[in-house]
């Protein structure tokens, strides 16, 4: 069973809908939490960072972290088209450099 | 500011050769990491490189290694490579240094590394 657990889709949402994404995780140790967004044939980009529980909101984009269910969650609000991309969750312990990363949720947004 | 750049962008070479790719960071990041993608992993932690040094490693074989020069620029490499070692390559540079608290990891667009 992987550390980080996460479904690969494609996540289809119609324009302006909201896009709930999820991660699901084992290793209690894990402080840090990321969503990174990533386009066809380019690297990833950070989105979000949360440490420990809570919710951290960013112009359209909530994340959630539940670190008693081991979950975490990325809501993106009023979704464009331009938001078509696969979305990877990514977390590590203090060390901060050794991020373990989901298997990443291909999102369609269609106009 | 330019971000990282990974050269080259694409590769082709066949099995039991040897390859280097190369990460420019950005300018004043002194921390490189180094990850592989696949389809069927994910993507996965190589190594991490801060001052010359390298300070932490993922689970891959010895085949893979990597170095960092004096300008924080860093290469890795792959010997005697097999088909399983088809990826995207990806470099991350950040400011701070492992164990200095969160920071953000930029990643580069990647190398590309088809064996055939």
């Known amino acids: 069973q992987k550390e980080v657990e996460q479904d690969p889709g494609p996540l289809s949402v119609p324009e302006g809908a909201i896009v709930s994404l999820n991660c699901t995780y084992s290793?209690?140790?894990?402080?840090?939490f990321m969503w990174y967004r990533q386009y066809s044939r380019k690297g990833p980009e950070l989105l979000m960072y949360t440490y420990s529980s809570g919710n951290k909101e960013d112009g359209r984009f909530t994340a959630q972290v539940d670190k008693s269910s081991k979950y975490i969650s990325l809501f993106i609000r009023d979704s464009q088209p331009s938001d078509s991309a696969t979305y990877l969750c990514a977390m590590t312990t203090d060390s901060w450099g050794k991020l373990q990363f989901g298997a990443g949720t291909q999102v369609v947004v269609t106009p | 500011k330019a971000g990282v750049t990974q050269t080259p962008r694409y590769l082709i070479k066949t099995r039991g050769q040897q390859v280097t790719l190369s990460c420019s960071p950005i300018?004043?990041?002194?921390?490189v990491s180094w990850y592989q993608q696949t389809p069927g992993q994910g993507l996965q932690f190589l190594f991490e490189y801060f001052s010359e040094t390298q300070r932490n490693k993922g689970n891959f074989p010895g085949r893979f290694s990597g170095r960092q020069f004096s300008n924080s620029r860093s290469e890795m490499n792959v010997s005697t490579l097999e088909l399983g070692d088809s990826a995207l390559y990806l470099c991350?540079?950040?400011?701070?240094?492992?164990?200095?608290?969160?920071?953000?990891?930029?990643f580069g667009p990647g190398t590309r590394l088809t064996v055939l």
């Open positions: 290793n209690s140790a894990f402080q840090y």
């Open positions: 991350a540079s950040s400011l701070k240094a492992p164990g200095q608290g969160p920071r953000e990891q930029f």
């Open positions: 300018s004043g990041h002194r921390s």
